[in-house]
Structures are given as C-alpha cells and as structure tokens.
C-alpha cells in the first residue's frame, strides 16, 4: 500500500482525483490516499454541475451513465412564492450521479497511471525543517509514513490536515449546514427545469431545491445558516405551497447531511511542501455553494504549479504562491463579484426578496438572462448581461439593498 511518491495526494473527492489525473498525465509519480472503501461513497452532493464549466475542464461530454438529466431552465420561487423563470437557448446544467462522477475521474487518473490507495486514511503531515515531506497513513490498523516532495490536500471541508501547516481552516461565519436527498413517486414535476425556493421559513439563509432526473426521480434538499435543516426539509416536502404539491407523497430513498462553505477561497492555500485543492481551500461559488467545478479549476492549476516545482526542485511556499496567483487569475473577478451578491442576498429580508423576484418578472429580465452560457463565471456572466437596461435596473435595486438596506 505505502511506498513513497514525487506527490501524495490525499482525498478522493473531484478535486484530489483531478489534481492526480493532471499529475499523471504530466508523467509526475503520484499516489492518492482516500480514506474509504469506495470513491464518491458516501456522496453528500446534489451534483449540479455546468456544462460550460465541465467543458472548459475537458470534461464533456461525460459518459451517459453519469449524466441523470441536463437543463436549459431554472426557476425561482420567492419566498411568497413569486415566479421567475429562465430559459436558456441551449441546456447550460447537468445532474451527475455524483459517486459515477467521482469514481471515473479517479479511473481516468489510474489509467494515466496515478496509484490510488483504498481504505487509507491520511492521520497527519510530516515535516522536515518546517517543509512538508510526507504524510502518516492508517491502512488496515497499521499506520505507516510515506515520504513525498510534495503534498496536495484535497481533504474536503473538514480541512483538518490544513491546520498543521499552520493555514486558516474554513470562514465559520460562512458556513451553512446542508442537506441533500434522492426521493422517488414526485408528481407534476418538469424534467427540463430546476427549481429554487427561497425564504426563511424553508432555507433559511440560502436556498432549497429540486433537480429532476430523467427516471423520474429528483434530487432535493437546502442550506440553512441558522435552525435545523431536517426540520427545514420536512417542511419543504410538507408545507411549501409549490414544492410539497410536487413531493407530499413522494418516498426518500436517502437523505445526507453536510455543511457547505460560502466564504470564497481561503486567503493562503498554500506552504512549504503544501496545497490545498477543493473544499479544504474553499474553492466553492459564494452564491449557489457549487464547489465541483471551481475545485477541478484549481487542482488542475495546482497541478500544474506541482510538477513546475518538480521540474525545479524548488517546494517553497514562496514558489508555490504562484498557485493563489494563479487561480486568483482564472477566477478572481467571479469570486469577489459572487462574494458581494452572496453579502447581498444575506443582507434581504423575504419582502426584498419578493419585489426582487417580481421586478425581474415584471422587467422582462429572463430574455436577458436567456444568452448566458456558463453559470460558473458569474461575475463574466454579469458583465455580460449588464449591456441590457433591464438587467441595469434590477442591478440597481439590488445595490440599493446592500449599501442603504431599504429601497
Ligand atoms: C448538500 C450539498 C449539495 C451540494 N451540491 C452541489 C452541486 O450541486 N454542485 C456542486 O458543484 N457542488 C455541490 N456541493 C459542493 C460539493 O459537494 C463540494 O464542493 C465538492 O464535493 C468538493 O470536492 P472536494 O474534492 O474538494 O471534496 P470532497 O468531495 O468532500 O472529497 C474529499 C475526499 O477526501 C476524503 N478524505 C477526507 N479526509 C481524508 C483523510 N484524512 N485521508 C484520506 N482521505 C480523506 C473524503 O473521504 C472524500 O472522499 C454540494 C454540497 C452539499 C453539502
């Protein structure tokens, strides 16, 4: 199980699996620790991904097993059940069986000759002068070291391993306790179109969802910063006008709980000897608290940083700040401007929300939104739907709302 690598890896989540499909298609020696038995199991994600996002990662098309439906419409529902609904000109979003997901970019990454290790739980770093060299691993109740010039932390948002080398863990204030279900027998529910439900009531703090899938099941579940989300999920299945007509006596096969992190990418991801990829940084949209693709974008460049310092035997953190720069380069402008709509949204009472949701309505905005295709690069996406004067309004409405609270 244990021999000693140019880079360890460790999680086998879409961040670590695809940090390790890069390295080892670069011809870099590396070994990827995943502390369970099977990739993409247990699974704690909706599996919403981009088509444009997955694209740009040389991930799609996917094979079709994978994929459990794609959308062209989304529809939002305000918390007094106002309707804004958004049809784009070709299907932007997909639904991925998030354990298919996983397992084949980690299969991907052992065809390319990455060496993935099973049931290995990574305890610890090791150092040596202060430079990660290496990480301790329990493997079947026997805990060995594995030497590496490199370690990648793909942990996920526990970012515990994070800690030792000294960086900050997750923003707590920015944190909201997810749950995520598959439930069978829906009625009534449009195949094409995801759902959005906002409100305090159900969500409260972000949103709730549903996401059809072509077997005529769906996924549903929210977020929720304050109160319980089992309660908040009952209630939605139960009581929400719109949402429960489609799932009253519908069956949940499963349900997960799972917090999310809003808070953008950490400061510093990374050291010594360090990266972080993933969860573990942060790497997840302020706005929806899609981490899949942000995370791939960055452990593609923080493998690519890897086998730089490699090539010039230089593991210092002062090299290896060329990773925050360069993913501050990729996707920076997305994440602050998702930042501050996130800081907005917090900032919106249910009544906000209704107006909002009748002023897009009312202002015709869908035939604006209707041209973006890619939901990832938010801020990009907002430039580019800013030259429309209905979307000008509605931006001012929602700038009144963060800077004076009360328009
Ligand atoms: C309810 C919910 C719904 C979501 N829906 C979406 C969505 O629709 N779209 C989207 O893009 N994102 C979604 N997300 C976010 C998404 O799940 C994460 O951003 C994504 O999984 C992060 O990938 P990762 O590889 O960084 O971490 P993870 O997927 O968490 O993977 C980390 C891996 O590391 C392993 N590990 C941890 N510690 C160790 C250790 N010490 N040693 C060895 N292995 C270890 C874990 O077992 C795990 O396999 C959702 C999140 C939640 C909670």
Known sequence: MSRNSDVVVIGGGPAGSFAALKLAQMNVDVTLYEEHGDIGIPSHCAGHLSIGGLN????????????ENTFSRATFYSPNCKQFSVRLERPATCAVNRALFDQYISRLAQDAGANVCLNSRVKSLTFDNNIVNGVTVKHNNQTVKTRARMVIDGEGISSRLLREVGLQGLNRQMLVNGIE????????????????YFGSEYAPGFYAWLIPKKD????VGLAAKTGNPKTCFEKLMTRHPVASAKLQN?????????????????????????????DAASQVKSTTGGGVIFGMTC?????????????????????????????GEALGFDVRTMIRMRKTLDAMSDEKLDRLTDMC??????????????????????????RSPRMLTALGYFLLTYLIGNP
């Open 299 to 327: 452990a593609a460049i923080a493998a690519q940083v890897t086998s730089e310092a490699i090539e010039r035997d230089d593991f210092s953190s002062e090299f290896l700040s060329t990773y925050q720069k360069r993913c």
């Open 250 to 278: 519908s069956r949940v096969v499963r349900t997960v709980l799972h917090p999310i992190t809003l808070g953008g990418p950490a400061p510093k991801s990374f050291s010594n000897g360090f990266l972080a990829v993933g």
């Open 181 to 196: 279900a598959e439930v069978e027998n829906t009625k009534n529910i449009d195949l094409d179109s995801v759902e959005l």
């Open 216 to 219: 005529g099941k769906a996924k």
């Open 56 to 67: 740009r990662l040389g991930m799609f098309p996917l094979p079709e097993e994978i994929v």
């Open 361 to 386: 309505a009312r202002l015709g905005l869908e035939k604006t939104l209707r041209s973006v295709n890619d939901i990832d690069l938010q801020g990009r996406a907002l430039l580019h739907v800013l």
